[in-house]
């Protein structure tokens, strides 16, 4: 009789099993676990083959990631004027959100989306958080993204100020960050994306300018290297918003200077080096809440199956390392609590890592300023 029940307890979970990963065939022959989320892979073959390209972690995979931030995070749990989140607002209203000096650099963005949004059924909230997880799976080292679809699109512009400047202090940064729902170590984890930024906007002079020396790597070098003494600018300096930085070519945001440093963050910052594990698996769940923020997930469907898997980063490409010619002295420890991990240093003479080359398609008619930025997205029937 005993063997009896354990053998239709197997045959019940075997078949709870089954239900819980029931397929669906979608016309063009792709499975998913919801139906709705056929709508996805059109949008996604056209990315990958044309936004994407030949991207490998490159300038249209940064700037796609950039603007997702950007939009999200126009929202606060206390002022509803400040916008509803994730709601695709930063493009519907480009030519007033994208003069503010915190979204300087988000035309290029403009320019390289907007085209798509318009060949395609999907919101613009959805399409924008859409090529930003996408935009991850080009960069080795990433863990597969989430993605939630359903999005409602804004009906109004989020105001100047929901953007985090480069040039506040640490305070003013977890502040504006809690109001839109994060915790420090949420912060932490979502800058993880500076491994595989660079900026376009701190200095007037220069582009494409990266945050750490591997920036088509999603790697810790980024929570090592900003954890080195300063010694340097990759331009003439002088810069609002930057700070000295320990390898030449490289750019140092002067609030990621700051939370490296400030005894609110600086051991969850130190946590991250040399451990690719845990920074992957915090942003991987911070970057899906950012995704929703505004938003009500109860309502949307979770298409995360349409997502490609990101490239395997190696074992060895994962361990951090200090650049040529520095070493342990070169820390400016911060985290009272945990000593800085001895790393080997790399062999060879200093290198001056170059600048993130620019996709043409980040080129066009919306400027800066917001001028030029007129988001009439056309969607097809």
């Known amino acids: 009789m005993l063997t009896t029940t354990f053998a239709l307890l197997a045959a019940l979970v075997t078949i709870s099993d089954a239900a819980l990963t029931r397929r669906a065939a979608c016309p063009d022959g792709n499975m998913v676990s919801n139906l709705a989320c056929c709508a996805l892979f059109p949008v996604l073959e056209d990315i990958q083959k044309n936004m994407f390209a030949d991207d490998t972690c490159s300038d249209a995979a940064h700037t796609a990631l950039r603007v997702a931030f950007h939009d ?3 929202f606060s749990k206390t002022q509803s004027s400040f916008g509803t989140g994730a709601d695709g607002s930063i493009f519907i209203f480009a030519e007033q959100e994208l003069s503010y000096d ?8 403009f320019n390289l989306e907007a085209p798509f949004i318009s060949n395609h059924t999907i919101g613009v909230a ?28 804004a009906k109004a512009p989020a105001p100047d100020g929901t953007v985090p ?29 500076h491994s595989i930024a660079g900026a376009d906007d701190v200095d007037p002079n220069l582009s494409g300018l990266p945050f750490d020396s591997t920036p088509s790597v999603f790697d ?10 300063g010694t340097l600018f990759p331009g003439t300096g002088g810069n609002q918003g930057e700070v000295e930085s320990a390898v030449a070519g490289v750019l140092r945001l002067q609030s990621d200077s700051l939370l490296a440093r400030d005894s609110a963050t600086s051991c969850l910052w130190q946590a991250n080096v040399n451990n690719q594990a845990f920074m992957a698996s915090t942003f991987q769940k911070a970057f899906a809440k950012m995704q929703v923020v505004g938003q009500n997930a109860a309502t949307l469907i979770d298409c995360s199956d349409v997502i490609p898997e990101p490239p395997v980063l190696s074992a060895s490409a994962a361990k951090a390392f200090f650049p040529p010619g520095l070493t342990l002295s070169n820390v400016e420890q911060a985290c009272s609590s945990t ?9 060879g003479a200093p290198e001056h890592v170059p600048s993130i080359v620019p996709d043409p398609a980040t080129a066009g008619a919306c400027q800066d300023d917001g001028s030029g930025c007129v988001a009439k997205f056309t969607k097809p029937a």
């Open 102 to 109: 915190a979204n300087l650099g988000i035309a290029d963005a």
């Open 72 to 74: 999200a995070i126009g």
């Open 220 to 229: 810790t070098q980024f929570f090592v290297e900003t954890q080195l003494r």
């Open 339 to 347: 000593p800085f991990p001895n790393l080997p240093t790399k062999s």
């Open 126 to 153: 959805d399409f924008i958080q859409f090529a930003a997880a996408v935009s991850l799976t080009r960069c080795p080292g990433v863990l597969r993204p989430t993605f939630m679809f359903g999005r409602v699109d």
């Open 165 to 193: 400047e480069p040039f506040q202090d640490v305070k003013t940064i977890l502040a504006r960050m809690a109001d839109a729902g994060f915790t420090p170590a949420e912060l932490v984890a979502l800058l993880a994306s």
